[in-house]
């Protein structure tokens, strides 16, 4: 029986190797981290990525594990909200815990007896006459080799696989980092469910309810920035970006603000997604933008693809010269929607730059908020479209689809329904 090595127990590891391993394959899932209680930056699942649990059948996961719904999208310039708009019926922007949600999906992948979870780190590729045929890695301080068909990558956006088998990274232009604030203290009950975004003078700031009631906040921050963010009063400062309501909850909780977490934005695509027996997943082969929370969602439809192009071949005991040609299939099927979503986000970051950067447009927006918001409001909302759903239709193949399930893409929503065969 073929053997398949995934590198990275993230979303997109985590959900290939139950996939694969409900099949019937050897799977084993190495990560690098001691355990997954570590900070996760991939929090939201947009419908797409809904859409993807649902065909997994991991939908029911989320029951058992903290969420945060999100039902609302509000965006104020000069503390004017100039887009106000209800999510859409469907499948609903969630926010999860991914500690969690990654607890869980091992725990269901080692249910099958082809699954092995290895904690360890990845130091070297091992090569067959030119073909990846296996890694070695440090576990507990002993070397190990371990022999595989097919090794893949879903280590992130610091991918260590990509380094090892010299798979370039193609970096698009992006002018800013994000600095992560966490505020203990809850929002009052009527905002938890409100996705917000502000921008007051030439700062911009995103706030959220997060899965566990705690304040999410990300400030933009550019790479040319000259002030030292580090020894800043960010309570206050964070408090005049927002509407008064806002000022007023920071205030009120400002010792319990935590220190800022920067994150250094990667963001890109390989042009080459894989070498002979080696295959580059999610943020390893595409990192994104925070934008829209595009990672995780795009990362999990990667899956999908991979699954239906792989598995026949796997469980078949395909040739390695038949396997290396599905990767390059997997990235020729994937590679449109990814570009086609880092282009959207790079026009999000446009338009939020020029607002900020416009004092007159942020002026005329203000002003003209009460006439032009229902419009503004739709136009943005459509906008996200590509974003929220995918600009593909990625359907997992009915062979691997979970028994008693079927799937209807709606023609006016396109999300999936699940319901039991007839």
């Keep these: 029986m073929t053997k398949t090595v995934i590198v990275g127990a993230g979303p997109t590891g985590a959900a290939l190797a139950y996939l694969l391993a409900r099949q019937g394959l050897e799977v084993t899932l190495i990560e690098a981290a001691p355990d997954f209680e570590r900070l996760f930056r991939g929090e939201g699942l947009m419908p797409s990525g809904l859409d993807a649990l649902v065909q997994m059948d991991l939908q029911s996961l989320l029951d058992q594990i903290p969420t ?21 019926a ?28 290895m904690q360890g ?18 576990q507990a301080g002993a070397m190990q080799e371990i022999a595989a068909d097919l090794v893949i990558g879903t280590d ?19 002018d800013s980092n994000l600095l992560w604030f966490r505020l203990p203290a809850p929002l009052p009950v009527p905002q938890r469910s409100i996705f917000y975004g502000f921008i007051r003078g030439s700062e911009s700031l995103g706030a ?23 020894n800043l009063d960010w309570p206050t400062r964070l408090a005049a970006i927002g509407p008064d309501w806002f000022a007023t909850h920071l205030q009120t909780h400002a010792a319990a603000l935590e220190a800022p977490v920067l994150l250094n934005v990667l963001f890109g695509c390989c042009p080459r997604w894989f070498r002979p027996g080696l295959l580059l997943l999610g943020d390893a082969a595409h990192p994104m933008a925070p934008i829209r929370a595009q990672g995780i969602n795009l990362a999990l439809r990667d899956v999908i693809v991979a699954v239906n192009q792989l598995a026949p071949l796997l469980k078949a005991n395909g040739t390695a010269s038949a396997i290396d040609q599905a990767l390059a299939q997997i990235q020729a099927e994937r590679e449109p929607e990814i570009r086609r979503a880092q282009t959207l986000q790079q026009h999000e970051q446009g338009q939020a730059n020029l607002i900020a950067q416009q004092p007159l447009l942020r002026q005329a927006l203000r002003l003209a908020a009460p006439l032009t918001r229902p419009l503004i409001s739709r136009r943005w909302l459509s906008r996200q479209k590509d974003l929220r759903y995918g600009a593909s239709l990625v359907r997992l193949a009915p062979d691997f689809a979970p028994d008693g399930l079927k799937f209807r893409m709606q023609v006016d929503n396109p999300t999936l329904d699940a319901a039991p065969s007839a």
Excluded: H
């Design 90 to 117: 469907g499948l609903q922007t969630t926010i999860v815990s991914q500690p969690a949600f990654l607890k869980a999906v091992v725990a269901k992948a080692q249910q099958y007896p082809g699954f092995r979870f």
């Design 68 to 88: 945060q719904t999100i039902q609302r999208w509000e965006m104020l310039v000069e503390g004017c909200p100039v887009v106000q708009i209800d999510e859409p």
């Design 208 to 230: 959220y309810s997060s899965w566990d009631g705690s304040l999410k906040l990300a400030y933009i921050l550019p790479r040319d920035t000259a002030f030292d963010w580090k």
């Design 121 to 138: 780190s990845v130091q070297a590729l091992i090569y067959q006459q030119e073909r990846v045929a296996g890694v070695r890695g440090n």
């Design 156 to 174: 992130g956006r610091g991918s260590t696989l990509r380094r090892l088998a010299d798979l370039r990274l193609q970096r698009r232009d992006y």
